[in-house]
Protein backbone atom coordinates (compact mmCIF):
# COMPACT_ATOMS: atom_id res chain seq x y z
CA UNK A 1 0.00 0.00 0.00
CA UNK A 2 2.16 2.67 -1.22
CA UNK A 3 1.28 5.97 0.77
CA UNK A 4 3.67 8.39 -0.51
CA UNK A 5 3.12 8.49 -4.73
CA UNK A 6 4.92 10.34 -7.33
CA UNK A 7 2.47 10.04 -10.18
CA UNK A 8 6.03 11.39 -12.74
CA UNK A 9 8.42 8.93 -13.27
CA UNK A 10 10.55 11.41 -14.95
CA UNK A 11 10.46 15.21 -16.19
CA UNK A 12 12.34 17.25 -18.70
CA UNK A 13 12.93 21.25 -17.88
CA UNK A 14 15.38 23.50 -19.56
CA UNK A 15 18.14 24.82 -18.03
CA UNK A 16 17.22 27.79 -16.16
CA UNK A 17 13.89 27.61 -16.34
CA UNK A 18 11.31 25.92 -13.49
CA UNK A 19 11.34 22.57 -11.93
CA UNK A 20 8.29 21.41 -10.07
CA UNK A 21 8.17 17.90 -8.74
CA UNK A 22 4.89 16.84 -7.21
CA UNK A 23 4.05 14.17 -4.40
CA UNK A 24 0.82 13.16 -2.99
CA UNK A 25 0.06 10.80 0.41
CA UNK A 26 -2.60 9.17 1.48
CA UNK A 27 -1.90 9.17 5.16
CA UNK A 28 -3.46 12.06 7.14
CA UNK A 29 -1.20 10.96 10.31
CA UNK A 30 1.76 12.40 8.28
CA UNK A 31 3.22 15.39 9.64
CA UNK A 32 6.89 15.91 8.75
CA UNK A 33 7.82 15.78 4.84
CA UNK A 34 11.23 15.35 3.29
CA UNK A 35 12.47 15.46 -0.31
CA UNK A 36 15.32 13.53 -1.21
CA UNK A 37 17.88 13.86 -4.29
CA UNK A 38 19.56 10.76 -5.53
CA UNK A 39 22.60 10.49 -8.09
CA UNK A 40 22.92 6.72 -9.71
CA UNK A 41 25.22 4.89 -7.74
CA UNK A 42 25.16 6.91 -4.52
CA UNK A 43 22.66 6.82 -1.84
CA UNK A 44 19.61 9.49 -1.39
CA UNK A 45 20.73 13.05 0.05
CA UNK A 46 18.73 15.36 1.99
CA UNK A 47 17.12 18.27 0.09
CA UNK A 48 14.72 19.93 2.13
CA UNK A 49 11.75 19.09 4.87
CA UNK A 50 8.91 20.66 5.82
CA UNK A 51 6.88 20.63 8.65
CA UNK A 52 3.11 20.17 8.91
CA UNK A 53 2.93 23.52 10.59
CA UNK A 54 4.27 24.95 7.61
CA UNK A 55 3.06 25.53 3.95
CA UNK A 56 5.91 26.40 2.63
CA UNK A 57 9.72 25.99 3.31
CA UNK A 58 12.35 28.15 1.27
CA UNK A 59 16.03 27.02 0.43
CA UNK A 60 18.04 28.97 -1.86
CA UNK A 61 16.66 27.43 -5.31
CA UNK A 62 14.52 24.91 -3.42
CA UNK A 63 11.20 25.63 -2.12
CA UNK A 64 8.69 22.81 -0.60
CA UNK A 65 4.92 23.63 -0.97
CA UNK A 66 2.51 22.01 1.34
CA UNK A 67 -1.35 21.78 1.06
CA UNK A 68 -2.16 19.60 4.11
CA UNK A 69 -5.86 19.90 2.91
CA UNK A 70 -5.37 18.54 -0.46
CA UNK A 71 -2.59 15.69 0.73
CA UNK A 72 -0.48 17.43 -1.61
CA UNK A 73 3.32 18.56 -1.36
CA UNK A 74 5.57 19.90 -4.61
CA UNK A 75 9.07 20.99 -5.27
CA UNK A 76 10.15 23.88 -7.36
CA UNK A 77 13.77 24.39 -8.31
CA UNK A 78 14.25 28.04 -9.86
CA UNK A 79 16.43 28.01 -11.83
CA UNK A 80 16.94 24.85 -12.82
CA UNK A 81 20.56 23.50 -13.45
CA UNK A 82 22.32 20.46 -15.25
CA UNK A 83 23.52 19.37 -12.30
CA UNK A 84 20.49 19.15 -10.88
CA UNK A 85 19.53 16.21 -13.02
CA UNK A 86 19.39 13.18 -10.37
CA UNK A 87 16.58 11.36 -9.27
CA UNK A 88 14.24 13.37 -6.41
CA UNK A 89 12.33 11.20 -3.72
CA UNK A 90 9.57 11.83 -1.53
CA UNK A 91 9.23 10.80 1.65
CA UNK A 92 7.03 11.68 4.55
CA UNK A 93 7.10 10.42 8.54
CA UNK A 94 4.65 10.83 11.51
CA UNK A 95 5.96 11.11 15.24
CA UNK A 96 3.26 8.01 15.80
CA UNK A 97 5.56 5.42 13.76
CA UNK A 98 8.53 6.46 15.13
CA UNK A 99 9.87 8.51 12.30
CA UNK A 100 10.06 6.21 10.00
CA UNK A 101 10.43 7.35 6.09
CA UNK A 102 7.48 6.55 3.92
CA UNK A 103 9.16 6.74 0.28
CA UNK A 104 7.54 7.42 -3.19
CA UNK A 105 8.40 5.53 -6.19
CA UNK A 106 11.14 9.17 -7.25
CA UNK A 107 10.56 11.08 -10.46
CA UNK A 108 14.04 11.17 -12.84
CA UNK A 109 14.67 14.66 -13.34
CA UNK A 110 16.73 15.86 -16.86
CA UNK A 111 17.95 19.38 -17.31
CA UNK A 112 18.77 20.31 -20.48
CA UNK A 113 21.46 22.96 -21.53
CA UNK B 1 32.83 14.82 8.02
CA UNK B 2 32.80 11.16 7.49
CA UNK B 3 29.69 10.27 5.92
CA UNK B 4 27.85 6.40 6.33
CA UNK B 5 29.85 3.55 5.52
CA UNK B 6 28.66 0.71 4.21
CA UNK B 7 30.65 -2.80 2.47
CA UNK B 8 30.75 -4.26 0.14
CA UNK B 9 29.75 -2.04 -2.92
CA UNK B 10 28.47 -4.79 -4.68
CA UNK B 11 27.74 -8.59 -4.18
CA UNK B 12 27.34 -11.08 -6.17
CA UNK B 13 25.77 -14.61 -4.88
CA UNK B 14 24.11 -18.06 -5.51
CA UNK B 15 20.57 -18.39 -4.39
CA UNK B 16 20.38 -20.31 -0.72
CA UNK B 17 23.85 -19.08 -0.21
CA UNK B 18 24.52 -16.56 3.09
CA UNK B 19 25.49 -12.77 2.81
CA UNK B 20 25.84 -10.61 4.84
CA UNK B 21 26.31 -6.20 4.73
CA UNK B 22 28.06 -4.29 7.18
CA UNK B 23 27.51 -0.53 7.85
CA UNK B 24 29.20 2.40 10.11
CA UNK B 25 26.89 5.15 10.81
CA UNK B 26 28.15 9.23 11.53
CA UNK B 27 30.45 9.64 14.37
CA UNK B 28 27.82 10.58 17.21
CA UNK B 29 24.35 9.24 15.60
CA UNK B 30 22.74 7.31 17.76
CA UNK B 31 19.85 6.09 14.97
CA UNK B 32 20.69 3.44 12.52
CA UNK B 33 18.18 2.64 9.66
CA UNK B 34 18.03 0.15 6.98
CA UNK B 35 16.47 0.22 4.10
CA UNK B 36 15.80 -2.20 0.63
CA UNK B 37 15.31 0.07 -2.34
CA UNK B 38 14.46 -2.58 -5.30
CA UNK B 39 14.41 -1.00 -9.08
CA UNK B 40 12.42 1.53 -9.65
CA UNK B 41 10.98 1.82 -6.08
CA UNK B 42 11.82 4.40 -3.01
CA UNK B 43 14.05 3.10 -0.05
CA UNK B 44 11.84 0.68 2.73
CA UNK B 45 12.54 0.81 6.07
CA UNK B 46 13.46 -2.74 7.30
CA UNK B 47 15.11 -1.98 11.02
CA UNK B 48 14.98 1.05 12.99
CA UNK B 49 18.15 0.82 16.35
CA UNK B 50 18.36 3.43 18.50
CA UNK B 51 21.76 2.58 20.28
CA UNK B 52 21.80 -1.22 20.26
CA UNK B 53 17.88 -1.66 20.80
CA UNK B 54 15.95 -2.13 17.94
CA UNK B 55 12.95 -0.19 17.80
CA UNK B 56 10.94 -1.17 14.83
CA UNK B 57 11.73 -4.06 13.04
CA UNK B 58 8.16 -5.09 12.31
CA UNK B 59 8.94 -4.96 8.19
CA UNK B 60 12.11 -7.54 9.02
CA UNK B 61 11.34 -10.97 7.01
CA UNK B 62 12.55 -12.18 10.55
CA UNK B 63 12.64 -15.97 8.77
CA UNK B 64 15.19 -15.15 6.56
CA UNK B 65 16.84 -11.46 7.57
CA UNK B 66 18.37 -10.97 10.86
CA UNK B 67 20.73 -7.71 12.39
CA UNK B 68 22.24 -6.55 14.77
CA UNK B 69 23.65 -3.48 16.50
CA UNK B 70 26.89 -4.21 19.12
CA UNK B 71 27.81 -1.51 20.93
CA UNK B 72 25.51 0.79 19.70
CA UNK B 73 28.08 1.37 16.37
CA UNK B 74 28.53 -0.95 13.70
CA UNK B 75 25.65 -2.82 12.54
CA UNK B 76 25.39 -6.03 10.22
CA UNK B 77 22.42 -6.85 8.40
CA UNK B 78 21.82 -10.55 7.30
CA UNK B 79 20.31 -12.96 4.93
CA UNK B 80 20.50 -17.17 5.41
CA UNK B 81 19.42 -18.12 2.89
CA UNK B 82 19.32 -15.58 0.47
CA UNK B 83 16.50 -16.03 -2.42
CA UNK B 84 16.07 -14.43 -5.84
CA UNK B 85 14.02 -11.97 -4.99
CA UNK B 86 16.48 -10.22 -2.22
CA UNK B 87 18.19 -8.79 -5.16
CA UNK B 88 18.20 -5.21 -4.50
CA UNK B 89 19.99 -2.22 -3.28
CA UNK B 90 20.06 -2.59 0.61
CA UNK B 91 21.04 0.81 2.16
CA UNK B 92 22.34 2.30 5.79
CA UNK B 93 20.90 5.70 7.14
CA UNK B 94 21.83 7.17 10.43
CA UNK B 95 20.33 10.51 12.43
CA UNK B 96 21.10 12.05 15.49
CA UNK B 97 18.62 10.74 18.00
CA UNK B 98 16.11 9.75 15.59
CA UNK B 99 12.85 12.07 15.30
CA UNK B 100 12.87 14.77 13.00
CA UNK B 101 16.38 14.66 12.54
CA UNK B 102 17.97 14.49 8.39
CA UNK B 103 18.80 11.28 8.10
CA UNK B 104 22.48 10.19 6.29
CA UNK B 105 22.47 7.50 3.73
CA UNK B 106 25.68 5.27 2.88
CA UNK B 107 26.00 4.57 -0.71
CA UNK B 108 24.47 0.98 -0.55
CA UNK B 109 25.08 -2.61 -1.41
CA UNK B 110 24.07 -3.80 -4.72
CA UNK B 111 23.05 -7.39 -4.02
CA UNK B 112 22.35 -9.49 -7.08
CA UNK B 113 21.90 -13.16 -6.46
CA UNK B 114 21.87 -15.47 -8.90
Known sequence: DQQVKQNSPSLSVQEGRISILNCDYTNSMFDYFLWYKKYPAEGPTFLISISSIKDKNEDGRFTVFLNKSAKHLSLHIVPSQPGDSAVYFCAASNSNSGYALNFGKGTSLLVTP | ?114
Open chain 2, 1 to 114: EAGVVQSPRYKIIEKKQPVAFWCNPISGHNTLYWYLQNLGQGPELLIRYENEEAVDDSQLPKDRFSAERLKGVDSTLKIQPAELGDSAVYLCASSFRGGYNEQFFGPGTRLTVL
